[in-house]
């Protein structure tokens, strides 16, 4: 069965604001409960993933303005107050429609997001070619 193409501006979004696959499974976790206050110890058990891995994450959410950090901190100990989804309402729309199509097109967006990671894989490799002319 093949499905439709992702609709362009899907498309556009993913390429310009899913830096990875764990990126939009964080902020889809977020966008699932949003008024859920979001530490990387939280995520890291959601996501299986290292503790490290999942508070950058949290932080490249925040860094995007998908997410924000919550106030008051729920755990004082804690090296940084946690996450809450907030992406603006012009944003909100944008998830909420690569939310849709992720959950209907799972295998087209992910290989999307990994076409764009081996893409900029490639240009980074490029760049240190050796050139016969240099």
């Known amino acids: 069965m093949t499905h439709p193409p992702i609709p362009e501006d899907v498309r556009r979004f993913i390429l310009t604001s899913v830096p990875s696959v764990p990126f939009l499974e964080a902020l889809l976790l977020l966008r699932a409960d949003p008024a859920r206050q979001?530490?990387?110890?939280?995520?890291?058990?959601?996501?299986?993933?290292?503790?490290r891995v999942a508070a950058d994450l949290l932080q490249a959410l925040c860094t995007a303005g998908m997410a924000r950090r919550c106030e008051p901190q729920a755990d004082p100990t804690a090296s940084q107050p946690p996450c809450c989804y907030a992406p603006g309402e012009a944003l909100r729309e944008r998830i909420d429609r690569l939310a849709e199509v992720y959950a209907r097109q799972l295998v087209d967006v992910t290989h999307l997001i990994h076409s764009s990671l081996d893409r900029k894989a490639q240009q980074f490799a490029d760049a240190f070619r050796l050139r016969k002319d240099a």
Do not use: F, K, T
């Open 38 to 51: 979001w530490d990387g110890a939280m995520l890291a058990g959601r996501l299986y993933i290292g503790e």
